[in-house]
């Protein structure tokens, strides 16, 4: 996207560059700013507990890829709630991206 708004810029100028990007991202300009997770696992423990249910858990259900590159796909479960999964790289990115997951689908963030 980058070089596209900089072929637009040099061959169109200022103004024709930012029409492209507000048309791009008019939808991310005008949604409000989500508010911003630092710690997902803790917002996810805080949220659980604030709907009256035990701490969330984390289970590894796939591990694949090499010893050296391994994808982990972990399963975030609140008690009530539909568990959401996610991968990363570690256990903990992909723990923290199923809390992720499970906070937004459930309109936490």
């Known amino acids: 996207m980058e070089a596209i708004l900089a072929a637009v810029y040099r061959d169109g100028g200022l103004i024709a560059a930012q029409t492209v990007f507000e048309r ?3 939808e991310e300009l005008a949604a409000p700013p989500s508010a911003a997770v630092t710690n997902p696992k803790s917002a996810l423990q805080e949220w659980a507990q604030g709907q009256g249910r035990p701490l969330p858990t984390y289970e590894v259900v796939q ?5 050296h590159a391994p994808t982990f796909t972990v399963e975030a ?3 009530g709630y539909e568990p959401a999964r ?3 790289r570690s256990r903990q990115e992909a723990e923290k991206a199923a809390a992720i997951a499970l906070l937004k689908r459930e309109d936490v963030i």
């Open 63 to 67: 591990r694949t890829g090499s010893d």
């Open 24 to 26: 791009a991202w008019a």
């Open 77 to 79: 479960t609140v008690a």
């Open 86 to 88: 996610a991968q990363g």
